[in-house]
């Protein structure tokens, strides 16, 4: 009298669904931070492109542009813009002196992950023309290495 079993028992089954949880519960967040990380990129890419500008207008002793579009970018998720009109004096005239112009990117989109939404980034544009995070609600491990100084 042989026994052919075919199929797999309830506790196989309920191994498998255990592993299956465990699993979930760790990509899944670690998907989430990588969303937001890759959607954080765009802040980098829009505050470079208005560093361009406030470089160019320094010559001319000012943060923005004359046009106004020239001092926003919207991208996807947010938008970039200059938020000072005029430089500060600064008697320091390093490389890494802050310009006193300063540049903003604020999460919009209710597209982005829900730990951007609503959140902002202050940059400061250095004299050598970095960006140096001044101030911002975002968490610290979002941002992208560029922005961290």
Same mark, same amino acid.
């Given at each position: 009298?042989?026994?052919?079993? =075919?199929?797999?028992?309830?506790?196989?089954?309920?191994?498998?669904? #255990?592993?299956?949880?465990?699993?979930? #519960?760790?990509?899944?967040?670690?998907?989430?931070?990588?969303?937001?990380?890759? =959607?954080?990129?765009?802040?980098?890419?829009?505050?470079?492109?208005?560093?361009?500008?406030?470089?160019?207008?320094?010559?001319?002793?000012? $943060?923005?542009?004359?046009?106004?579009?020239?001092?926003?970018?919207?991208?996807?998720?947010?938008?970039?813009?200059?938020?000072?009109?005029?430089?500060?004096?600064?008697? =320091?005239?390093? #490389?890494?002196?802050?310009?006193? $112009?300063?540049?903003?990117?604020?999460?919009?989109?209710? /597209?982005?992950?829900?730990?951007?939404?609503?959140?902002?980034?202050?940059?400061?544009?250095?004299?050598?023309?970095?960006?140096?995070? /001044? /101030?911002?609600?975002?968490?610290?491990?979002?941002?992208?290495?560029?922005?961290?100084?």
């Amino acid at each position: 009298m042989s026994l052919n079993h =075919q199929g797999f028992t309830l506790i196989e089954i309920i191994i498998a669904i #255990a592993i299956i949880g465990i699993l979930t #519960a760790i990509a899944v967040p670690t998907y989430m931070d990588y969303s937001a990380k890759a =959607q954080l990129a765009e802040a980098a890419d829009l505050a470079g492109n208005l560093k361009a500008q406030v470089l160019d207008s320094l010559q001319n002793q000012k $943060c923005r542009a004359q046009n106004p579009s020239e001092y926003s970018y919207k991208g996807k998720y947010g938008i970039a813009e200059i938020t000072t009109e005029f430089p500060v004096v600064n008697a =320091q005239h390093s #490389a890494t002196a802050r310009t006193g $112009c300063s540049i903003r990117y604020t999460v919009y989109s209710q /597209n982005a992950s829900f730990v951007l939404v609503n959140k902002y980034l202050e940059l400061d544009v250095l004299r050598n023309g970095t960006l140096k995070l /001044n /101030n911002g609600t975002i968490e610290q491990k979002y941002l992208p290495k560029a922005l961290v100084i």
